[in-house]
């Protein structure tokens, strides 16, 4: 056991270095597979949207000049020449005085530019509609390319593919996209007191609790989560166990290691690999700190903490954001699309300066009244408060904490 | 073409219709596979954790006697009899003015309440090591069972499995729980001018984009998407589709039908199933007022508004909290998993009293200020609000709308 200084870098230093690495390759997938994933190409509509004039209401298409001034006590009159079928492409132009019976989604004529609904006409029989509201140019109508012009820019490149995109881009009738594929994040558990989940309890022993919550966290994130198993701690089955997952994968998590010992380990057998360098030693944050950055060509390896609790920060905190940006994804470091929650701070909270902390924290809801805040507090070698939490609370390094009645954000977990 | 009134009910009246519904039924999974599924049964600790005192840190396991008072200028001197491998049993007490060297994680032997961190410690070699900081009795120790004691209700039925719940299931040897299966919804999109996506632009044809939004939706819920493609204006057809998507599904959605026309043949198709009946024939919500709910036998099946941006709406405000009401989530509907944002309301905005609506809101972020909301106005069968959007302001039917600079919510999407 030997007593090692190491250097410690800040999160937003520890950040750069992760965003030095560029994201995976692309693929082409059908827009059925590309729902969470990051566009590879910008996307230009290819036509109009919609390709003409339609109705957006069942009603009539109507002339606006012809339902001018129409009211309840003094409806216009208009002759239904056409019952337009939906799917029509009608091919005729509509007369003054003439109107067409047509449905949500229909394409309007020639010389039809408003729609009144059906609610505000009355069939009086023989091909007569009373018209009792009038229809400014454009009402109920959804013009050609009104949605999408063509050669308009629809999604950049970098762009995270949402439900809505994926209709944006089926209307488009654009099937195939060039999207980042799935990174594949290699798992290895060290440690030699480290047990499958399946083995009696036994003093000595810690069941692999890392594997799995990173493998839910991996996939979480978008990535395919590859687990190596346990490695015992001998630096040769971990030098060859690591080499397999660098060949494998486009990035490796190890973890465990937090012990001075396991961390020489560690940095022992990323160095031993070919093209090699250790990037970080530790970030300041809390918990955490001990997450060694490496890499093996062009490949990032990540040792985390083998603390249960700390890797699930550094998780979120770090490697969540680092996954997103190896799919491709712009700004993946910007925490907008954490889930912040304000709420009150039920009782002063206190940091080291110079490290930033991530206090697990536990909502109260009030009605009526900002939820209440409360840090959980325990040992990060305990499951318990990661269990107890709801939420995140992020205390600066540059902040000595926060005060009961303070309104804080509280990034839900 | 008819003209015809149908009775709407509250949002509030809907969800209670809704969740009259029962979950569907549980099964056996490795918790590998049971990241954001439901748990279908309480989970009891069937074992302390820590099975017995376990070391936080690297350093030496004392009597915190022997340490007492213990500084840099004032050290104690204790003799290291041991050193411990972190998987191991010890089978021995230590004696008094005696300490044994502990990785983190290690077990402590008899007779030792505390460790000393490696950093307040220096070996002075032949086995003396001297100890320059007091450890209180439990300090840098988990006690045996403190993070759940053996017996200890660990999470409810009804409760969804998140990442750090899989940590803990592993941590006590939990390999398999009893979980809701993932509910199949089945997807059925009615109208005749509707033609597949790679079909080419017609005048007339609009390209299915319902299946696809309501794919991405339906997965994101944490359910399975079972595609039934596209249904003609034919009732015969329809039922028979409807029918087989019954027979294999949990939950039917028929989207299409917002037409009057198109309404009649969806209620008529799910009049015409076996032990079926219309429950509500629309919902005061805008956009999203003209949703059917029915059911045939104990399947509940909806009938969503065709219009493309309505149905997206339907979907996130009611259905996918029905989905995982289904997959058992207690409180499905009480929107606290709901991404809320404050901001500043960037003009007024209004709402026609007796409908909840949803309104599409774009976010501008600002420096050091709360965000800036604006509305996304245009018809709900444009899809470009949705892909504009950022969020949805939700003014309830009861307030006709809320003030530029009005701190409001916007629930992110």
Redesign the interface.
């Given at each position: 056991?030997t007593?090692e200084f190491f250097k410690i870098i800040s999160r937003v230093e520890f950040e750069a270095l992760l965003n030095s690495f560029p994201a995976v390759g692309t693929e082409t997938v059908s827009?059925?597979d590309a729902?969470g994933l990051v566009l590879g190409e910008e996307i230009i509509s290819p036509?109009d949207?919609?390709?003409?004039n339609?109705s957006?209401m069942?009603g009539y298409a109507v002339n606006a000049r012809d339902a001018f001034g129409a009211t309840e006590g003094n409806p216009a009159y208009l002759e239904c020449t056409a019952?337009l079928?939906?799917?029509?492409?009608p091919g005729f132009e509509l007369q003054p005085g003439e109107c067409a019976?047509i449905?949500?989604?229909?394409?309007l004529p020639g010389g039809a530019d408003g729609v009144v609904m059906?609610?505000h006409t009355h069939d009086l029989g023989s091909g007569t509609i009373e018209i009792r509201k009038s229809a400014a140019p454009g009402e109920n109508i959804?013009l050609k390319g009104?949605?999408?012009a063509k050669g308009t820019p629809?999604f950049q490149s970098g762009h995270k593919v949402?439900?809505?995109?994926?209709?944006?881009?089926?209307?488009?009738?654009?099937?195939e996209i060039v999207i980042h594929r799935k990174p594949r994040v290699g798992i290895i558990s060290t440690?030699?007191?480290l047990v499958e989940?399946?083995?009696?309890?036994?003093?000595?022993?810690?069941?692999?609790?890392?594997?799995?919550?990173l493998?839910?966290?991996v996939?979480?994130a978008g990535a395919e989560a590859v687990n190596y198993g346990i490695v015992r701690?001998e630096l040769n089955k971990l030098e060859s166990t690591l080499e397999k997952a660098i060949a494998e994968n486009d990035l490796v998590l190890l973890s465990g290691g937090?012990?001075?010992?396991?961390r020489d380990l560690t940095v022992q057998a990323i160095e031993s690999m070919q093209d090699s360098e250790i990037l970080a030693h530790g970030v300041a944050i809390s918990p955490g700190k001990p997450t060694i950055l490496g890499h093996a060509g062009n490949k990032p390896i990540l040792g985390l903490p083998?603390?249960?609790t700390s890797v699930?920060v550094v998780m979120l905190a770090l490697v969540v954001p680092f996954i997103r940006q190896l799919m491709g994804q712009k700004d993946a470091f910007s925490g907008?699309d954490r889930?912040?929650?304000?709420a009150e701070l039920g009782r002063n909270t206190v940091s080291k300066p110079g490290r930033e902390d991530y206090v697990r924290m536990k909502l109260t809801?009030r009605e009526g009244m900002l939820p209440l805040a409360e840090p959980v507090y325990g040992?990060?070698?305990?499951?318990?408060t990661?269990?107890q939490a709801d939420g995140l609370m992020i205390i600066p390094a540059d902040t000595e904490g926060f005060y009961a009645g303070n309104t804080v954000s509280i990034w839900?977990?």
């Open positions: 056991m007593h827009i059925s729902f036509e949207l919609p390709p003409a339609r957006c069942d019952t079928r939906v799917d029509e492409n019976a449905a949500t989604g229909g394409t059906v609610e959804m009104e949605d999408v629809v949402r439900f809505q995109d994926v209709g944006l881009l089926a209307a488009l009738g654009i099937k440690g030699d007191e989940i399946d083995a009696p309890q036994k003093v000595g022993t810690i069941r692999d609790v890392n594997s799995h919550t493998r839910c966290l996939n979480e701690d937090s012990s001075v010992g396991m083998g603390q249960v699930q907008t889930f912040l929650v304000q809801h040992k990060s070698g305990l499951l318990k990661m269990i839900k977990i």
